[in-house]
């Protein structure tokens, strides 16, 4: 039996300190929460083989295979090896685990692939996040949603990543029955009129949800071949002060997402407080106390938004404070 592990190594090593002494448990992320059967059969054997035959399916779409005996950390790593290669995880050493100590499994909805209302495949989109941000310490939170419903809950992250739709109208095709202008109204924001036998959009008002697209019979209504997304930043759970993300880019391109997400790390670099343990502070945290503008300032660095973004440059938060004196 183990007595001497270094804790710090196990948390690094995708193993979790547990309440039972010399007993640990497996983290795996599955990033944008698509697995194969394979993979799980993987699982499947390493909890009945090495642990208590339980598996908990964790909150960020990661497995964590239960009641591990710390001594048998190393032939539990080269079991797992060939799902963290064919989930293709980003690793410091191969049969040694990976880093998971910081930055969480990028999440996501299930997407186009299944859903009608989705604007974008969610997988593949956290995949290309996964492969510039891990592996990596810092605490980052990350999902990613298929359209305005939020299914996902990434209002609840550091970066929520939206899907959202353009709606292309095309007036030769419509008969003004106006069946848009009433899915719009009932289960969505209301954002569309009727005005001189035409259908007219409210830009400020339209979230991109697609109902339009999807409701009209005769397809006057499509989704623009660009992809868009809406960005909202900073929501987090937490002691302090929890709250929801705001709106920050509407109309932004997966390109400047991915290097405002890769800014934002260096941002954190800079000023993360000295104190946090294990390099985990909340970015909201951190941008409470260097301002938003100076956020802004390292995020937006070198990215070139697209002409049609819409940014709001000035964000506040709310939520109920606990930490208040």
């Given amino acids: ?125 956290a995949k290309k996040i996964e492969k510039e941000v891990f592996p990596n310490d810092l605490h980052f939170k990350i999902a990613l949603t298929g359209c305005p419903n939020d299914c996902i809950k990434a209002r609840m992250h550091d970066f929520g990543i939206i899907g959202t739709c353009l709606p292309e109208y095309d007036i030769n095709r419509c008969i003004s029955c106006q069946a848009c202008v009433k899915k719009c109204k009932k289960i969505s924001v209301g954002a569309l009129r009727m005005e001189n036998n035409k259908i007219v959009r409210n830009e400020e008002k339209c979230i991109g949800c697609g109902e339009c697209v999807l409701n009209c019979p005769m397809n006057a209504w499509s989704r623009s071949p660009q992809k868009y997304y809406k960005l909202v930043i ?62 802004r300032k390292w995020a937006l660095k070198d990215v070139k938004l697209l002409d049609e973004t819409v940014e709001n440059k000035n964000l506040y938060w709310a939520g109920p404070r606990y930490d208040k004196a």
């Fill in 1 to 125: 039996m183990i007595r001497d592990l270094n804790t710090k190594d196990v948390m690094r090593n995708a193993f979790r300190i547990t309440k039972h002494k010399y007993q640990t448990s497996l983290r795996v992320r599955v990033p944008g929460g698509l697995i194969d059967p394979e993979s799980l059969s993987v699982v499947s054997n390493i909890s009945l083989k090495y642990g208590d035959g339980k598996i908990h399916i964790t909150t960020r779409q990661g497995f964590e295979i239960l009641g591990i005996d710390m001594e048998d950390m190393p032939v539990v790593n080269e079991m797992i090896q060939p799902v963290i290669e064919k989930l293709d995880i980003n690793q410091y050493r191969k049969n040694d685990g990976y880093n998971a100590a910081g930055t969480r499994n990028i999440a996501a909805c299930v997407g186009n692939k299944v859903c009608p209302k989705a604007q974008y495949n969610t997988s593949e989109f």
């Fill in 234 to 295: 900073m929501g987090r759970t937490g002691k302090k002060n929890p709250r929801l993300a705001e709106d920050w880019l509407r109309w932004v391109d997966e390109e400047s997402i991915i290097n405002i997400i890769k800014n934002t790390y260096a941002y954190v670099e800079e000023y993360i407080s000295p104190d946090a343990p294990n390099r985990k502070e909340h970015i909201g945290y951190i941008i409470d106390r260097t301002g938003f503008q100076e956020f």
